[in-house]
């Protein structure tokens, strides 16, 4: 193990302004749902290491049964698990407030332009790059489990089940997590 593993001392604790900026590059950069799990992986994860693989990992997973857009639900566990409950607040304006003027902005812009080819040809574009960069996303954060053979098999099923199946993300959720808690309880009695 590495020094650092056996230093007692804790790290000092993120400020509440660290987080709101953060949380604002994350939504800014985003550019939406899947945009924001990117970012928010690459910024609280690689960047400014608040927060490990294996955590934000759980924190995506239990965001999966919260109600709203997922990286909301991220942001608010990202900031609680840093500073409680005023870090939850602190990252969740920080995501929401200003992307939210911008959004009401360019919703009212598209509105009156939609019907124009140029926009209509960018945001098939925008839709094709957002398609890369969560199934970028998506392989980083089962790398960490890469030599888990269950983990591997639960995510080549919900993998298979959302892409080549009409069910709903929370049928699948629900009919594989009690699977998976069973099968991770019985790998946990192993000796």
């Excluded at 909301?72 to 609680?80: N, T």
């Excluded at 040809?121 to 925008?126: C, F, H």
Aim: aromatic residues 6%.
């Amino acid at each position: 193990m590495s020094e650092a593993a056996h230093d007692p001392t804790p790290a000092p604790p993120v400020s509440l302004a660290a987080l709101f900026l953060a949380l604002l590059a994350v939504s800014l950069c985003g550019a939406g749902g899947g945009g924001g799990l990117v970012w928010s992986r690459r910024i609280v994860v690689e960047q400014r290491r608040w927060i490990s693989e294996r955590d934000f990992a759980d924190i995506v997973s239990l965001c999966q049964f919260m109600p709203g857009p997922n990286v909301v639900g991220i942001s608010v566990c990202v900031g609680a698990k840093l500073r409680g409950g005023t870090g939850a607040i602190a990252s969740l304006s920080g995501f929401l407030v200003i992307p939210w003027i911008i959004g009401m902005t360019l919703g009212v812009l598209y509105l009156r332009f939609a019907h124009l080819p140029v926009l209509q040809n960018i945001l098939s574009g925008l839709t094709a790059a957002a398609s890369g960069m969560l199934i970028a996303t998506g392989i980083k954060m089962l790398m960490p489990h890469r030599r888990r053979p269950a983990a591997l098999v639960f995510a080549a099923l919900a993998l298979g089940l959302m892409a080549f199946t009409t069910l709903p993300l929370l049928v699948v959720l629900f009919g594989l997590v009690p699977l998976g808690i069973a099968v991770a309880c019985v790998e946990r009695a192993r000796p």
